[in-house]
């Protein structure tokens, strides 16, 4: 596979992991621990994933698309391949469903990319889309541990990406993902990701039931009923963008990461009128000129209108660094944004930092938070937080910051 970074030798897989069932897989009467909503386990402790073979392949080739189609063995497999212009990463669209449990076992569906990168056992995923967190292969930073599950052991939450990197050249394989999911580097170079699941046993641990989701729903739950799923297993649709490079794997991430969370929503309109429909706007922009590379306008909310008791026009304002230290040589550093870019049209007359929620003022709050010991007390931003013009705020590293901006006419 090949991107504007770099070029890798790449292969993706498609397979699944039957559940651990007590009932079928349990040696020890104390042995009770099922595969469920809140806990992934194996049947086999160290159980290979038991990949599906392709039945077809389909190429298409449209105005500079590249468009590959892959149907498997199994039916309730399928993914498309996209390779677009002027893009650095390869598109997946999977489609997996109903999983056929007619055999009695649950099973937990993944996917898996292999690649010649080095990684010793080292992996990264993000926390909640900010900061990426290193994860060592049967290790834990904090205490010895003694590996039962070599699979799900190594298995940690995804909510945008994960990655694995070379140390020493930077040399990176990276998927952004479009939802949580579970994720892990079982072998140097490798990530696999589990996409969908469904089990026949419940683990217990307070939903009373086993993940059995059907898109007929459920009987009525006891005392009126027993609680039977019916129809057939949900079906679901899905992306990964794959992008590879010699820039590190987090660069790579945060290229794409947001812009795929957060992407553009089209809207349309018709009528059965013959004339034409008269739009109140036809074309909109909450940004005067582009913000700088590494900065996001996360909120631009009008707080007031004709309606509202304050007689002001008032906005909130969020704006969010997108790299974190160390993770670029030019984006991840400082920028300045110029709060009036996020309001064209409008003249600020006062600007209020908040605290992330909106709901406090910052300094305020600076000012009567407990004292921790041995905790790094934040700092009073003050009137130093600003520029001269008064509207020109400094964002560092992963720093999201909130203002609640007055303006007029």
């Keep these: 596979m090949g991107s504007s970074y770099a070029t890798l030798d790449l292969s993706q897989e498609w397979g699944y992991y039957t559940s651990w069932d007590s009932a079928l897989d349990s040696e020890s009467p104390k042995d009770v621990q099922n595969s469920g909503a809140y806990i992934f386990?194996?049947?086999?402790?160290?159980?290979?994933?038991?990949?599906?073979?392709?039945?077809?392949?389909?190429?298409?080739?449209?105005?500079?698309v590249i468009e590959v189609r892959i149907e498997y063995d199994e039916p309730w497999i399928q993914s498309t391949y996209r390779m677009m212009p002027d893009n650095p990463y390869l598109e997946v669209e999977y489609t997996v469903g109903p999983i056929p449990v007619g055999d009695g076992r649950g099973k937990e569906i993944v996917?898996?990319?292999?690649?010649?990168?080095?990684?010793?056992?080292?992996?990264?995923?993000?926390?909640?889309?900010r900061d990426f967190m290193q994860r060592v292969k049967n290790y834990r930073s904090t205490w010895d541990l003694n590996v039962f599950e070599p699979v799900a052991g190594n298995y940690y939450p995804v909510n945008a990406a994960i990655y694995v990197e070379d140390s020493s050249t930077k040399e990176a394989l990276t998927v952004v993902t479009d939802r949580t999911q579970g994720g892990a580097s079982l072998q140097d170079g490798s990530i696999e990701l589990m996409v969908h699941r469904r089990t026949l046993a419940d683990d217990n641990r307070g939903v009373s039931e086993p993940m059995n989701e059907t898109d007929g729903g459920v009987t009525a739950y006891p005392p009126y009923g027993n609680a039977t799923r019916y129809g057939e297993g949900l079906v679901i649709r899905g992306k990964h963008r794959i992008l590879v490079g010699g820039a590190g794997g987090a660069t790579l991430a945060r290229s794409v990461m947001d812009q795929f969370f957060a992407e553009p929503l089209v809207f349309v309109g018709s009528s059965t009128k013959k004339d034409s429909l008269r739009f109140q706007m036809t074309s909109f922009t909450g940004v005067v000129k582009s913000l700088p590379p590494n900065i996001m306008l996360i909120t631009r909310k009008r707080l007031t209108d004709e309606t509202s008791s304050v007689p002001t026009i008032r906005f909130l304002i969020r704006v969010g660094h997108q790299y974190g230290l160390g993770e670029d040589e030019a984006l991840s550093t400082p920028a300045q944004v110029d709060l009036a870019d996020c309001l064209p049209g409008y003249n600020i007359t006062n600007v209020e930092e908040l605290t992330l929620s909106a709901n406090q003022n910052y300094d305020a709050w600076a000012k009567s938070r407990l004292d921790w010991t041995g905790a790094e007390a934040p700092t009073?931003?003050?009137?130093?937080?600003?520029?001269?013009?008064g509207t020109t705020v400094e964002v560092k590293p992963l720093d999201i910051r909130t203002f609640r901006i007055t303006v007029s006419n």
């Design 111 to 129: 996917t898996r990319l292999s690649s010649p990168i080095k990684s010793s056992g080292t992996f990264y995923t993000d926390s909640n889309g």
């Design 380 to 389: 009073s931003r003050g009137s130093s937080r600003f520029r001269d013009d």
């Design 41 to 64: 386990r194996p049947s086999r402790p160290d159980q290979k994933l038991q990949t599906v073979k392709a039945s077809s392949v389909t190429f298409h080739n449209t105005s500079g």
